[in-house]
């Protein structure tokens, strides 16, 4: 079946970049996802990329795809305290399938 | 408007309580879609609503029963719940069936007593 995986836990200090990764197992998916969620928040789609694609830029945040290796990544450049979050990376066809979710702390 | 609302933030109920928690969205999106979040777990899918007809239920226990009365409303009607059904409930929606692109709440907090 599907399957996501990512890391559990990154400390950046602020101002520094910060890369989250993710691999899955569903080639076939037509985007893959990355959602942030504060505490006590629902889940914010922060950002996404075309499975054709192999890099998004969006402002401070960057996704890489790797279709090969089925391994997707999103940089966020010039952390910032409000940066802290659990990102879940996410893919799939009519049900989302969703990573264990990456907590990041920004340290000041 | 880019949101969806769901009411109430936070709920207590008893095992015998019904309660309902309601969820609407303005941005035209004909799926909407009721998803269940433990503690420092991701969601998971409970059911999909796609213009309107029950689309997906992943196997989830009668005491959840959704109800959709139109495109831009969905609510989960609770009955019978039991402590372990205590979590965050996340209403979601997009534009087609299809879970591209979901635009989340910011949910429901219930605790069963």
């Known amino acids: 079946g599907e399957d996501v995986e990512q890391s559990l836990f990154l400390s950046v200090r602020e101002g520094d970049s910060s890369v989250i990764n993710c691999t899955y197992t569903?080639?076939?998916?037509?985007?893959l996802y990355w959602y942030k969620q504060e505490p006590g928040a629902g889940l914010q789609l922060l950002t996404y990329?075309?499975?054709?694609?192999d890099m998004k830029q969006d402002q401070r945040l960057t996704v890489l795809l790797n279709k090969k290796d089925k391994h997707l990544s999103l940089r966020i450049a010039d952390t910032q305290t409000g940066d802290s979050a659990i990102y879940f990376c996410?893919?799939?066809?009519?049900?989302?399938?969703f990573g264990a979710g990456t907590i990041l702390r920004v340290k000041s | 408007d880019t949101e969806v609302t769901q009411t109430p933030k936070h709920l207590v109920m008893g095992m015998t309580n019904k309660k309902s928690l309601k969820c609407e969205q303005h941005?035209?999106?004909?799926?909407m879609y009721w998803y269940k979040q433990k503690a420092k777990k991701p969601p998971e899918l409970m059911f999909v609503?796609?213009?309107?007809?029950?689309?997906i239920n992943e196997s989830v226990p009668s005491r959840f029963s959704p109800e959709c009365p139109n495109s831009s409303l969905l609510n989960l009607h609770l009955h019978a719940l039991q402590p372990e059904d205590s979590a965050l409930y996340l209403c979601?929606?997009?534009?087609?069936?299809?879970?591209?692109?979901?635009?989340f709440g910011s949910g429901t907090q219930l605790s069963v007593l």
């Open positions: 609503y796609s213009y309107e007809k029950l689309s």
């Open positions: 569903d080639s076939s998916s037509t985007y």
């Open positions: 941005m035209g999106h004909r799926a």
């Open positions: 990329i075309f499975s054709n694609m």
């Open positions: 979601a929606s997009s534009q087609k069936g299809d879970s591209e692109k979901l635009f």
């Open positions: 996410a893919e799939g066809g009519n049900k989302l399938v």
